[in-house]
């Protein structure tokens, strides 16, 4: 084991295989191996002794110790790691209530999940009876791509085993029924090649309703021909995010298995300067979508992010907190869902909780050139004395914020983090976050954090966004500051993935195995914010399907005596309807493009369709036609509306010509917007 003197080692990208959640039995032996030094358990730390006891513990395994040295510029340097788990259990020393964890049952996680992706009709009776779950599955089913649907085939194989061996009756569907198209569907089999092996197996045992999804150049109504999956020189650095992850990183075994190509080496930290190429219709961010849509796209990505993993054997199983007491009002130790429905109460629209927002100027406020911001803690006791004054006089509008240090303000906010009653990255979802680094490169980590931000509740998801883009500002000023986006991301990985009683549940070796992981891991979500929060363009675009295929079963369903019943009482409202389709269609035709924005008693505005008209053109137009708007430019948004979308916020880089292509059915409405 290479060593340094007593101030730590340098840990570099080193990631455990083992699973971290939950330990292992008998993997305490680094404790046992030496009883004189004073154990983790107790708040007290040591960097020099950890490192002799990982070395220890690993010789005795006949193994290497869980890191090495590397002289690489981006290598993480973790001794101020260390330095803030030993201050972390200084600032937490005392009696704490843990938080209990419950690890699936066998079956248990394959129900969860399949209920989790709108699949529960492939299990439950009294589910699969109700006509309008049944033909959601189905329609959801129909639009799966070949990987995603053998990722559900593994969950439905392994939760009928499970019923098998409990000797429950279950019928089990077949394989063919559950990927059939729904009647009348458009969802076809494209004329995919089919790889070898197991993956071909699952191919061929789902063979209808597995395509890749269109690329956004076709209609989504007509199928058309299948993206393919670049392999240039610039393949490496370029994301796609018209072609399902799962399905790159199949061609990307498929092609390994010809070629010798090389994944992330240990001591390989650079980030690579990742591109998006540039899409006509523009990039969907999180919020931009209705509620409804945004209920498909999570289902997707569930079923998306196990068939990445799935394609490399990666096996993680969600946690579940057992239920037990928790606070109902205040600030610190609140449940994060709990403190924002109690802050818009006082703020209507608060998505980030106020203290955070507040803590966040403050530091801001004093100053970001401070040096050893972040790393540098407040004192432990006057710490604690400001949790309380907090809690007091918060709300009150009281507390004597100009008497606050700027250290002690980064140790409240990083203490507000600690105290959540379950972690930000949620119970369920941390193994899978501490999993990414199992795969083979950095371009696959930043599709799984992608899909792995998206499936986090909305609290969690915004107060993270919240925090990645403080961070970066703090970096922003690294030349004053001293902390790089290493040093922050080493910093705060402790803060972010120790939830309370974490260490209590894991040996001191999985405990050493996790360290830089969980610092990468913060490094990756810092450095590639602004592309983690974007909904990749193939699931938007199994949306589109899904949505297109709900309006035809609709469609054919109505009755016939309904229709004749209803005839006559929406005889003039559908021929009003008529006249505006007509009205849209003819503007079309004549190379014009209605726009509406009833919020600003503009009933309608003509503007001239061309190859260049972007959404930021439209908008543009508007203003300089309603000078009696109030509503700041930034806060405004141009939605497409209906088609085969509910309603989405456009890119203002969004091609208007190119979006009617895709969506010709669409109504296109100003309003104003609450990002």
Not at 343 to 360: A, E, F, N
Request: glycine residues 6%; negative net charge.
């Amino acid at each position: 084991m290479n060593r340094q003197d007593a101030k730590g080692v340098v840990l570099t990208g080193y990631y455990s295989n083992s699973e971290s959640l939950p330990p292992h039995p008998g993997v305490n032996s680094v404790e046992e191996a030496d009883p004189a030094v004073p154990s983790r358990r107790t708040g007290h730390y040591n960097v020099q002794n950890r490192s002799k006891n990982a070395a220890v513990a690993a010789s005795a395994a006949g193994t290497k110790p869980p890191y090495s040295r590397c002289n690489s510029q981006d290598s993480l340097d973790m001794d101020a790691y260390w330095k803030e788990v030993e201050s972390i259990g200084e600032a937490d020393a005392g009696p704490q209530d843990e938080v209990q964890l419950k690890v699936a049952d066998e079956g248990e996680h394959e129900e969860a999940w399949l209920t989790e992706a709108g699949l529960a009709t492939l299990f439950q009776e009294s589910v699969s009876e109700d006509p309008d779950a049944s033909e959601d599955s189905k329609v959801m089913l129909s639009t799966l791509t070949r990987t995603q649907a053998a990722a559900v085939e593994k969950r439905v194989e392994l939760l009928k085993q499970t019923l098998r061996k409990r000797n429950k009756q279950y019928h089990a569907p077949d394989v063919r029924e559950i990927f059939k198209p729904p009647p009348g569907s458009t969802a076809h089999s494209e004329g995919t090649q089919q790889p070898g092996g197991e993956d071909s197996e699952a191919a061929e045992r789902s063979e209808n309703g597995k395509r890749e999804v269109a690329s956004s150049g076709d209609s989504i109504a007509n199928g058309a021909c299948l993206p393919t999956v670049p392999s240039g020189p610039d393949s490496e650095t370029d994301l796609n995010l018209e072609v399902s992850f799962a399905e790159q990183a199949l061609s990307y075994r498929e092609r390994a298995k010809g070629a010798e190509i090389q994944g992330q080496s240990e001591a390989d930290d650079r980030l690579p300067n990742f591109k998006v190429p540039p899409d006509k219709t523009g990039r969907t961010k999180v919020g931009d979508l209705a509620p409804q849509d945004m209920k498909m796209v999570r289902r997707l990505v569930l079923i998306e992010m196990t068939a990445l993993y799935d394609n490399f054997k990666i096996d993680w199983k969600s946690n579940k907190v057992i239920k037990q007491k928790e606070k109902e009002s205040g600030i610190f130790g609140v449940p994060l869902a709990t403190l924002i429905e109690q802050d818009q109460r006082r703020v209507p629209g608060t998505k980030v909780p106020l203290i955070l927002q507040r803590l966040i100027s403050h530091i801001e406020e004093e100053g970001l050139d401070t040096e050893g911001l972040l790393r540098i803690p407040g004192v432990a006791i006057r710490v604690k004395g400001l949790c309380q004054e907090l809690e007091a006089k918060f709300y009150e509008g009281t507390f004597p914020w100009e008497t606050l240090k700027q250290h002690d303000a980064a140790s409240l906010l990083k203490f507000f983090i600690r105290e959540l009653p379950h972690p930000l990255l949620t119970v369920e979802y941390l193994s899978a976050f501490i999993s990414v680094l199992k795969l083979p490169t950095k371009k696959q980590q930043l599709q799984a954090l992608n899909l792995l931000v998206l499936l986090l509740p909305e609290t969690s998801r915004d107060t993270l966004k919240a925090l990645m883009e403080f961070f970066q500002r703090v970096i922003d000023h690294k030349e004053q500051n001293k902390m790089t986006l290493n040093n922050v991301a080493v910093v705060m990985a402790p803060n972010i993935f120790m939830f309370k009683g974490f260490r209590n549940k894991i040996s001191e070796q999985q405990e050493y195995s996790m360290a830089t992981g969980t610092a990468s891991i913060v490094r990756l979500l810092i450095q590639y914010q602004n592309l983690l929060w974007t909904i990749p363009k193939f699931i938007i675009n199994q949306v589109r399907e899904q949505n297109m295929e709900r309006q035809k079963q609709k469609k054919a369903g109505k009755e016939k005596g309904m229709k004749r019943l209803l005839k006559k009482m929406t005889h003039d409202r559908d021929k009003a309807d008529k006249q505006d389709r007509n009205t849209a269609e003819n503007d079309t035709s004549q190379g014009f493009i209605r726009v509406q924005a009833p919020e600003f008693s503009k009933v309608s505005m003509a503007v001239q369709l061309t190859e260049d008209l972007r959404a930021s053109d439209v908008l543009a137009r508007f203003l300089s036609q309603e000078s009696s708007v109030s509503v700041k430019r930034e806060d405004l948004c141009l939605y497409e509306i209906g088609g085969n979308i509910k309603e989405r916020c456009l890119d203002e880089e969004a091609y208007m010509k190119a979006l009617l292509e895709l969506n010709p059915s669409a109504e296109w409405v100003i309003r104003a917007t609450q990002r």
